[in-house]
């Protein structure tokens, strides 16, 4: 069993930064990929960033420049570091990661979600 735990998300003015945070706990074997997804209201969930293993990142065009995804391995946690936040940023943010289980078991797991809401 793998759970992932979002933290970090709130109400924030645009132009301004959050910080989301999502660990992994349970039994881990190791952990692929990690990702943030998110979902506005009424519109479909859509990638937003990705980190592989190795540290290699992409990113969704419309936050480029302002969204930086990272990973810290020994901790299995992934962070979402957002700046100059704008209201159509406002969604509920979701953690996403391939895990591999001590049971040697690949599994892909979301987190619950964490809301975020720009203000203009």
Do not use: H
């Not at 992932?4 to 301004?16: D, M």
């Not at 692929?32 to 969704?60: H, L």
């Amino acid at each position: 069993q793998v759970q992932l735990l979002e933290s970090g998300g709130g109400l924030v003015q645009a132009g301004g930064s959050l910080r989301l945070s999502c660990a992994a706990s349970g039994s881990i074997f190791s952990m692929n990929a990690m990702a943030w997804y998110r979902q506005a209201p009424g519109k479909q969930r859509e990638p937003v960033a990705a980190i592989s293993s190795g540290g290699s990142t992409n990113y969704a065009d419309s936050v480029k420049g302002r969204f930086t995804i990272s990973r810290d391995n020994a901790k299995n946690t992934v962070y979402l570091q957002m700046n100059s936040l704008k209201p159509q940023d406002t969604a509920v943010y979701y953690c996403n990661a391939g895990v591999v289980t001590t049971a040697y078991r690949a599994l892909e797991v979301w987190g619950q979600g964490t809301r975020v809401t720009v203000s203009s």
